[in-house]
């Protein structure tokens, strides 16, 4: 590990602070650390006037140099097929319909609400399925819009959690994000708190930072959703912030979104998913990737998605499994997808393919 970075001293290496002001965000700094293809060079300037670059350095110290395959290198460095008028004709920006009810928030499902605090990040997804904020350039939410989502989810007592997602939330100062922590307890009627962050994996030297533990200590209960997508990213730094949370009583649970090239392949995700429980972090959903303009050439078939889980279920612990989820167009919400088990119903006899093979008929009576 580190092989290109090897002259940088360990305790720089785990500063935040360094790996952010060292964040790799052009092509010529690129080059110094991966061979572009011909293909890269020429797409690179194409794709970044529409979308940002950056990687941190600890990222790209995962990815292996030599492989213009490797599936984290997918994950940050832009391609041609991201802005290849063919391959991303008709697609929405936005087609969940995000942010219906206010700037910066979406109110879809009763209890929850989501609110999008920036449209920056340490490092940028090309998967992102937010990629249409990122066009904007770096802002985030200002001190007056943020008070405004706050009231909303004041005035309605229906919503028990809210979900702090971005762009990166946690990469906002900390003052902004106590802000936000702060006004929210307040609330009664909200329990719960959500962030969505990709720093565990692009950053984890994040979670070494004692005042940002005691925050998110302070306003709990807060769960951590994080994005860990490949086996290859499971450090031991990431495993150092996952104990740092657990220990500040933050629990973390991961989403995966399904990427063809990256982890679409049933060996790799059971390697993701056993390394993250053996992490403590539960595999919670499994998304099958959205149909988002810039993002469409990462999508597999939701019948190779069926197959994979099928493969896993078996041969992991049950926890071990995520929900293979899908979100719907215009905003109807995330359905779970599980492959059929039960293959057939009539009165109280079942059918079932069980999944250590076969198929099995059970008749199971109601109780008196
Ligand atoms: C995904 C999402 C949620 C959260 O759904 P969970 O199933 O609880 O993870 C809430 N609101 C919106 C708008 C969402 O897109």
């Not at 609400?113 to 904020?133: A, E, G, P, Q």
Request: proline letters at 9%; glycine letters at 6%; a positive charge.
């Amino acid at each position: 590990m580190r092989r290109l970075f090897k002259e940088v001293p360990e305790h720089l290496w785990r500063s935040y602070r360094w790996q952010v002001e060292n964040a790799v965000t052009t092509k010529e700094e690129l080059k110094k650390y991966l061979r572009l293809t011909p293909e890269e060079e020429k797409a690179f300037p194409t794709v970044t006037r529409l979308y940002p670059f950056a990687v941190t350095p600890y990222y790209l110290s995962l990815i292996n140099p030599e492989d213009p395959e490797d599936p984290l290198r997918r994950q940050v460095v832009p391609r041609v097929e991201e802005v290849n008028p063919r391959l991303q004709r008709d697609a929405s920006e936005n087609p969940f319909n995000e942010e219906s009810s206010l700037p910066g928030l979406t109110h879809r499902y009763p209890d929850r609400v989501l609110m999008v605090v920036s449209n920056f990040c340490v490092s940028y997804c090309r998967h992102c399925m937010r990629k249409r904020l990122f066009k904007e350039g770096p802002r985030s939410r200002s001190y007056e819009e943020l008070k405004r989502m706050i009231e909303y989810v004041r005035r309605r007592e229906s919503v028990r959690e809210v979900l702090i997602s971005g762009g990166e939330p946690l990469a906002l100062p900390l003052e902004k994000l106590e802000f936000i922590l702060k006004e929210l307890r307040s609330i009664p009627h909200l329990e719960v708190i959500r962030i969505g962050t990709r720093l565990p994996v692009f950053a984890p030297m994040r979670f070494y930072d004692e005042r940002l533990l005691a925050l998110l200590e302070r306003y709990g209960p807060i769960w951590i959703a994080t994005h860990f997508n490949h086996p290859n990213e499971l450090t031991p730094y990431a495993e150092e912030a996952v104990e740092r949370l657990l220990r500040a009583g933050v629990p973390v649970f991961n989403q995966t979104v399904l990427l063809k090239g990256v982890n679409d392949e049933p060996e790799v995700l059971e390697r993701l998913f056993r390394g993250l429980i053996r992490m403590k972090v539960k595999p919670q959903y499994l998304f099958h990737c959205d149909p988002v303009k810039g993002v469409l050439h990462f999508r597999t078939s939701v019948r190779k998605g069926l197959e994979i889980v099928r493969r896993l279920r078996g041969r992991l612990s049950g926890y071990a499994i995520p929900v293979y989820a899908l979100d719907l167009p215009g905003g109807k919400g995330k359905v779970p997808l599980e492959y059929p088990y039960l293959r057939r119903a009539e009165g109280n006899r079942y059918l079932f393919e069980s999944p250590l093979g076969g198929l099995v008929e059970y008749e199971i009576d109601e109780g008196p």
